[in-house]
């Protein structure tokens, strides 16, 4: 996990409230208040989705929800942006193929 380990608002580390999300079936560690993609950068994840069209992965680039990039499926819900949206206890997190919701599936085209 990488991480920074002190920071002048956050503070250290070790102080701040570790809770477990889920992503595409494996648990990892995430700390309360921080944004879904952080939590998955810190943990080595750079594919959040694929595009409908050629099947490319996309990951973070805005950061502030403009580009839609980021998106996944969260707790079922396709086109979630990670990037403005922050972890929650148990959230199920899954790489989003295309649109995610053909036919009610996440299929990878
Ligand atoms: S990285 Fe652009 S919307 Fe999230």
Redesign the pocket.
Same mark, same amino acid.
């Given at each position: 996990m990488k991480r920074i380990k002190e920071h002048p608002i956050l503070g250290k580390e070790e102080k701040r409230k570790k809770i477990k999300i889920v992503v595409n079936g494996k648990n990892i560690y995430a700390y309360k208040g921080e944004t879904i993609?952080a939590a998955l950068i810190a943990n080595g994840y750079r594919d959040f989705r694929y595009t409908h069209r050629f099947n490319l992965p996309r990951g &973070? &680039?805005? /950061?502030? /929800?403009? *580009? +839609?990039?980021?998106?996944m499926i969260v707790n079922g819900v396709p086109n979630i942006? +990670? *990037?403005?949206t922050r972890v929650e206890e148990g959230m199920i997190i899954e790489t989003q193929y295309g649109y995610g919701d053909k036919d009610g599936k996440n299929e990878r085209s």
């Open positions: 993609a &973070f &680039f805005c /950061g502030i /929800g403009q *580009c +839609t990039d980021c998106s942006r +990670t *990037c403005v």
